[in-house]
């Protein structure tokens, strides 16, 4: 059955959900599913806005055909060739073979690898700046390269002035009905995956999500189209203000995210002591996560938001122990920077992984080390408090209280 939303006078979501995903593009856990979204406008020339994920055929062409309603079909609009939005761009070919494909000059070697149907007859180039009028609207086509591949632009509809914004403002999570953000309280229930999802999928491209929002800060934008999740309206405001602090990679929160892997409980107890005594001396909001437990993608998302972060491992077999040893390697993928470290070791006889986790570390533009002389030899000693507390006083004094 059809089951389409209004959007505008003139736009309809068409879009779908998956809630038996596992792991979104192979990788990142989504306990609450995915959407996928996808747009109509109806006007003398029809446009769709993307497709969705083959998960959703059945529903999405169902919509499409519902929400057409027998008009024609003049453009598809490819803002992003992954094939979470593109998979079914052939089918729509098929079923509408003179429908004109408006996408990038980097789209179109991206179709002819993931399609083998004749593309160069059907697709019409834009470029930055450039607008395709359909009537009674006039779109206009930002490039946003590596936000998040190097062929995504976005589409600002300057009538309804909606931007369509591909997969930024994107989040995880499936839409259950209420598909606005001003339909659920979305700082508390949506916040948190919105920053999951921009710090896994484009954290890295800081810069360029910089650049786009430099574009995008002269429209005046009274919705968010994304191809992802909600779209926004009531949170625009704040989810910019966001999305500018994870790009310029500033901290959400001046306190400590402490990160640990423990075998037998030595290195856990110490950082179960240091957060209690962190706690004593007034530092709020503290969070602490066993990498051994927590997926990556969540602990890499707490570590934008923080701007202290202490690692607490284990030595194993000369080098880090292999749940820390994959969250270093997803902070450095993600390029976080800008954020004060203290490191603590741990080693049955010969601890040497602090000077490895440095190394990796150090290459993050704006990584600071504020300690790590603290190396526990199986478990924390009592004579070894003192210096434990000096690690508490100089994060203390680093947050500057
Ligand atoms: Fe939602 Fe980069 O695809």
Redesign the pocket.
């Known amino acids: 059955m059809h089951n389409i939303r209004k959007i505008t006078d003139d736009i309809v979501f068409i879009g779908c959900s998956d809630r038996k995903l596992s792991l979104f593009e192979s990788a990142y856990p989504v306990k609450d599913g995915m959407s996928y979204n996808s747009y109509l406008l109806k006007d003398e020339k029809n446009v769709l806005f993307d497709t969705v994920d083959k998960v959703c055929a059945d529903q999405f062409f169902e919509n499409l055909k519902y929400a057409l309603d027998g008009r024609h079909l003049d453009y598809i609009i490819v803002q992003?060739m992954?094939p979470?939005?593109c998979a079914l761009l052939g089918e729509v070919i098929k079923q509408h073979p003179d429908v004109k494909i408006v996408c990038s000059q980097k789209t179109v070697g991206m179709i002819k690898q993931f399609f083998e149907f004749e593309v160069d007859s059907r697709v019409l180039i834009v470029k930055e700046g450039e607008s395709l009028n359909t009537g009674k609207h006039e779109l206009k086509f930002i490039m946003a390269p590596m936000v998040?591949?190097p062929e995504?632009m976005i589409t600002y509809d300057s009538i309804d002035k909606i931007l369509f914004c591909?997969?930024a403002f994107?989040s995880f999570g499936a839409i259950n009905g209420n598909l606005f953000d001003d339909d659920v309280n979305w700082e508390r229930d949506c916040l948190d995956e919105a920053r999951r999802y921009y710090t896994n999928?484009v954290g890295k491209y800081g810069l360029q999500v910089q650049m786009v929002l430099k574009k995008a800060a002269g429209l005046d934008i009274k919705m968010l189209c994304p191809?992802?999740g909600l779209i926004i309206r009531e949170n625009i405001g704040l989810f910019i203000e966001k999305y500018n602090k994870w790009s310029s990679y500033i901290p959400e929160e001046n306190s400590v995210l402490i990160a640990y892997s423990s075998v037998y409980g030595g290195t856990e107890s110490a950082v179960n002591l240091l957060a209690s005594r962190l706690a004593e001396k007034g530092v709020k909001n503290i969070r602490m996560y066993d990498v051994s437990m927590t997926h990556p993608s969540f602990v890499l998302s707490e570590s934008f938001r923080y701007s202290h972060i202490v690692l607490a491992t284990t030595t194993y077999n000369t080098g880090i122990f292999e749940s820390m040893e994959t969250f270093l390697h997803t902070l450095a993928a993600h390029n976080l920077q800008n954020r004060k470290y203290v490191l603590i070791q741990n080693g049955t006889w010969a601890p040497s992984c602090g000077a490895q986790m440095r190394e990796i570390l150090e290459k993050l533009k704006g990584t600071v080390i504020l300690d790590d002389s603290l190396c526990i030899k199986s478990t924390l000693k009592p004579e070894q408090l003192e210096q434990l507390d000096n690690v508490v006083n100089t994060i203390v004094k680093s947050l500057n209280l």
């Open positions: 992003h992954e979470d939005h998040h591949w995504v591909a997969d994107g999928i191809l992802h």
